[in-house]
Nanobody, 121 residues
Framework: QVQLVESGGGLVQPGGSLNLSCEASGFRLNYYSIGWFRQAPGKERQFVAAITWADSTYYGDDSTGRFTISEDTSRNAVYLQMRGLVPEDTAVYYC???????????????WGQGTQVTVSS
């Protein structure tokens, strides 16, 4: 059974950092593109970052320069390091898997349940 499980969310002060994890089971991550998306209350889901099977990385406009996506194939996991967090980063963060290299939400086949990130003082 294909499953993605996110962890690492929580409450952080503005300017702080968080590291999110996405662990996969039922398939090997290194054959897929893995993306991070986020959804804030009342807003559409937004692309954050992605890493392909060839280790190419893509970032959304809001995450470029502050977030870093990486992969550990030995752990079958993908990570999202987030620095310089601002209140506007508050959202539920999801990881997802796709068979193509894409930033389009509609092209991701498998999704995790999400982890809440709250940036507040």
């Amino acid at each position: 059974q294909v499953q993605l499980v996110e962890s690492g969310g929580g409450l952080v002060q503005p300017g702080g950092s968080l590291n999110l994890s996405c662990e996969a089971s039922g398939f090997r991550l290194n054959y897929y593109s893995i993306g991070w998306f986020r959804q804030a209350p009342g807003k559409e889901r937004q692309f954050v970052a992605a890493i392909t099977w060839a280790d190419s990385t893509y970032y959304g406009d809001d995450s470029t320069g502050r977030f870093t996506i990486s992969e550990d194939t030995s752990r079958n996991a993908v990570y999202l390091q987030m620095r310089g967090l601002v209140p506007e980063d508050t959202a539920v963060y999801y990881c997802a898997a796709s068979t193509v290299a894409t930033m389009r939400e509609s092209e991701y086949n498998y999704w995790g349940q999400g982890t809440q990130v709250t940036v507040s003082s």
